[in-house]
């Protein structure tokens, strides 16, 4: 921690390694030919690794090596299975380390590893997608069958070569901290002038632009209010219970400040690199690229002169939409601007390829929380949005339909404060992460959250159960996860 700030100097040197990313993605946008372009990505990646991990960025490298034998080498029928199963148990290892007698590495190292892990499945999967694709096509090729059907959608063509693997896991754009996105996208980076034609600063100074309010809102009022705090005896013996509510509130806002400035950041190492430009027309989607006329992508990326008349945005990278977390009145609607791409991932490889059905909203929250790591405090925070969903549907459904102008306005305050105070509640323990920690401050307000959503669900059902029966229209509340519209996935086998 350096002293007087109140900032840990993980987070300053993640600050400056960002920075410097930025400012070279001026040159990286210079480099015209694919090899060179490619190479000189993953020998910056790999610096950039071995800066932050030191001897620990062995582990990496074994999680991309054993990937690419399973995309590359073996069979294509369950190397998604494999590398899914392998890549988060050696996550798990990784973070238990320390149990069995290896050295237990430090935040960034996790948080590298945290991104490596998508990155891999992620390729795992586009891999095994392309494979059954064609394998489709030409079943139906032979059979004499009309291809419209395929063509309308996405044609996936990821045959990674075993180097490639390692390029696209040290791929410095995003290598430390992300944001998430496709094998798809990075290639396109490397082999299509979109990132010359792009309005890369642009794009990159707005976003700087937003930053200097994070930054010093952060630090100024975790120097005065540190998170740390809670983790004393003083904490608990020498303030009041309402001291400790309301502190729940500052710190939630540190932790937003924080997170917004790391992304920010993220999403200018992309933007000045020219990753994730696509021309407009394309509509592409966050994690995901384009979502349309992916032919006229392909060539437009063969075609220099056609693409310099094109207007692009960098939508497929973008993370957070600030302005939404923070005053979107429900859950659902917020959670759908937050950690945008890693939701792509979790609604394309978990979500919509879990085999239970019923079990689909449940595996992804659960590997969510088991991602983010093995402490208890993620799985306190994360699995209780459930609960505060239920809650929340609940009022929405006895009020959406038939309250006035101003009924609904008090309405919409009232679940934006509850889910503000929520997310308060639930994230000191995604802070505090031991289990300890984080039920001795729940106990030490009298878990008063908690009291508070069994009273409102309580009374909800009450008004329910009194009101005459009759036939309304129904409020449809989508889970978050079903408005993520991944690649449809080839059920041949």
């Known amino acids: 921690m350096v002293a007087g700030l109140g900032v840990a100097l993980d987070d300053l040197l993640y600050g400056l390694l960002l920075a410097l990313s930025i400012l070279f993605g001026w040159c990286f946008r210079r480099i015209k030919n694919p090899v060179k372009k490619k190479w000189v990505s993953t020998v910056v990646g790999l610096s950039l690794v071995f800066a932050v991990s030191g001897s620990h960025a062995l582990r990496p490298l074994i999680v991309t090596t054993v990937n690419a034998v399973f995309i590359t080498v073996l069979g294509k029928k369950y190397s998604h299975i494999l590398s899914f199963i392998f890549t988060f148990s050696f996550l798990t290892f990784f973070r238990l380390s320390d149990y069995f007698g290896a050295p237990y590495a430090p935040g960034p190292v996790n948080l590298i590893n945290m991104v490596l892990t998508m990155r891999m499945v992620g390729l795992a999967f586009e891999s095994r997608d392309s494979w059954l694709a064609h394998k489709t096509e030409s079943k139906m090729a032979t059979s004499g069958a009309k291809l419209t059907e395929m063509e309308e959608k996405e044609p996936l063509d990821v045959h990674p070569g075993f180097m490639d693997v390692y390029h696209y896991a040290f791929c410095y754009v995003g290598v430390l901290t992300g944001p998430y996105f496709r094998y798809t996208t990075y290639r396109d980076m490397i082999n299509t002038p979109f990132s010359r034609f792009a309005p890369c600063w642009d794009a990159t100074k707005s976003r700087l632009l937003r930053l200097p309010f994070t930054v010093l809102a952060f630090v100024f009022v975790n120097s005065l209010y540190p998170n740390k705090m809670a983790l004393t005896d003083e904490f608990y013996s020498s303030y009041s219970v309402l001291y400790r509510i309301i502190f729940l509130t500052i710190s939630f806002f540190n932790f937003r400040m ?236």
């Open 258 to 493: 924080r997170i917004y400035t790391g992304v920010m950041l993220s999403e200018c190492v992309c933007t000045m690199a020219g990753l994730g430009a696509y021309p407009e027309w394309c509509k592409p989607r966050y994690g995901m690229g384009p979502t349309c006329r992916w032919q006229e992508v392909a060539r437009l990326g063969r075609s220099p002169v056609q693409a310099m008349r094109e207007k692009y945005n960098f939508e497929t990278v973008h993370s957070v939409i600030i302005s939404k977390c923070e005053f979107e009145p429900s859950v659902r609607q917020a959670m759908k601007s937050w950690n945008m791409t890693i939701q792509y991932w979790l609604a394309a490889y978990v979500y919509k390829r879990f085999p239970i059905k019923p079990l689909r909203t449940f595996a992804t929250v659960f590997m969510s929380a088991f991602w983010h790591g093995a402490h208890a405090g993620y799985y306190l925070c994360i699995m209780s949005v459930a609960p505060h969903m239920v809650v929340e549907d609940l009022w929405v459904k006895l009020y959406a339909n038939n309250a006035g102008p101003k009924l609904q306005r008090f309405l919409n305050f009232m679940i934006w404060f509850m889910r503000l105070q929520g997310f308060a509640y639930m994230s000191i323990t995604f802070q505090l992460l031991t289990i300890d920690n984080a039920l001795r401050y729940w106990g030490s307000i009298y878990y008063c959250y908690h009291w508070v959503l069994a009273a409102l669900y309580i009374t909800g059902l009450v008004i329910q159960f009194r009101r005459p029966k009759k036939v309304t229209p129904v409020v449809t509340l989508q889970h978050d996860f079903h408005a993520i519209d991944p690649p449809k996935v080839n059920k041949t086998e």
